[in-house]
Nanobody, 125 residues
């Protein structure tokens, strides 16, 4: 399994969680990675992305609350989530190796070759 997420769980609104994604592809220093989420009845949305050079992108709904980071030596991707809200409740997925994307496309909508199985985050109000 190329990507394995962990760290999901249940938390009260205002709380924090840190998600991790372990990549067993080639060195993570040579590909971009991202976090997506999908709530029941809703489309999957890009939450955060980190490029090869460390440039980060965030959905407006999580800016200032979530922080994406990567440890290339350990081939891991993390998502620190603070000030969680009920609307953050979703299955969160890790993705790696962007491909087939168009110039000018919103980086948060990029397609990826590899996906994890997801980890559930539930925020109660």
């Amino acid at each position: 399994v190329p990507l394995v997420e962990s760290g999901g769980g249940s938390v009260q609104a205002g709380g924090s969680l840190t998600l991790s994604c372990a990549a067993s592809i080639y060195s993570s220093s040579v590909y971009s990675m991202a976090w997506f989420r999908q709530a029941p009845g809703k489309e999957r949305e890009g939450v955060a992305r980190i490029s090869i050079d460390g440039t980060t992108y965030y959905a407006d709904s999580v800016k200032g609350r979530f922080t994406v980071s990567r440890d290339n030596a350990k081939n891991t991707l993390s998502l620190q989530m603070n000030s969680l809200k009920a609307e953050d409740t979703a299955m969160y997925y890790c993705a790696a190796v962007a491909r087939g994307n168009r110039p000018g496309q919103n980086p948060l909508t990029y397609n990826y070759k590899y996906w994890g199985q997801g980890t559930q985050v539930t925020v109660s109000s």
